[in-house]
């Protein structure tokens, strides 16, 4: 038990230090997923897709694939020379946005023309909200807080775990 409670509190420790920005799995096309008859320049307006976010293509594995491809295959729907094959087989399939860049995917087999394409502008997450200036003289109680929270916490988990051990 104390050894759980010592966890517990460590895993909290470190949530408390992670980044504010988490990547995010964007199922491309919603509900409906990667299928024809979908506008899918329509699906991604006023979506932001950062550096370390993924999309997660769902769809019929035995008649699409999803393919990348360059700017004018994507233009033109052509699935010649793609850059990757992203299909697995199991028609759930994950890409990762690594690169800040612009991707462009399409399906084969003729599903491009039906209007299973989809241009994605990867960016680089924006920066952490600043905190407001502080008055010369004055510290930052959050920082503050935080440099004392987290020992203390760890401090009292060990303390804890080794009363436990002791019982």
Same mark, same amino acid.
């Given at each position: 038990?104390?050894? !759980?409670?010592?966890?517990?509190l +460590?895993?909290?420790?470190?949530? /408390?230090? *992670?980044?504010?920005v988490?990547?995010?799995? &964007? ?8 299928s ?10 006023g ?5 370390g ?29 793609? !850059?990757?094959?992203?299909?697995? +087989?199991?028609?759930?399939?994950? /890409?990762? *946005? ?6 462009y &995917? ?14 994605i ?13 502080q ?23 060990a303390?804890?775990?080794?009363i436990?051990?002791?019982?």
């Open positions: 038990m104390g050894r !759980l409670i010592a966890v517990v +460590g895993l909290i420790c470190a949530a /408390v230090m *992670l980044p504010e988490a990547a995010v799995r &964007f199922t491309v096309g919603g509900n409906v997923g990667w024809p008859n979908v506008n899918y320049t329509v699906w991604a307006e979506k932001h897709f950062y550096n976010d993924w999309l997660f293509f769902v769809y019929d594995r035995n008649q699409m694939n999803v393919l990348e491809v360059n700017q004018t295959d994507y233009e033109s729907c052509n699935s010649d020379h793609f !850059l990757h094959n992203f299909t697995t +087989g199991a028609g759930r399939d994950v /890409v990762p *946005l690594n690169v800040t860049r612009k991707y &995917f399409i399906s084969g087999k003729g599903f491009c023309f039906s209007g299973m394409k989809i241009a502008n990867v960016e680089n997450p924006p920066p952490p909200p600043s905190s407001s200036p008055k010369a003289g004055s510290n930052s109680q959050f920082s503050t807080l935080r440099e004392i929270l987290v020992p203390v916490l760890f401090s009292v988990a303390a804890w775990n080794s436990v051990m002791i019982l």
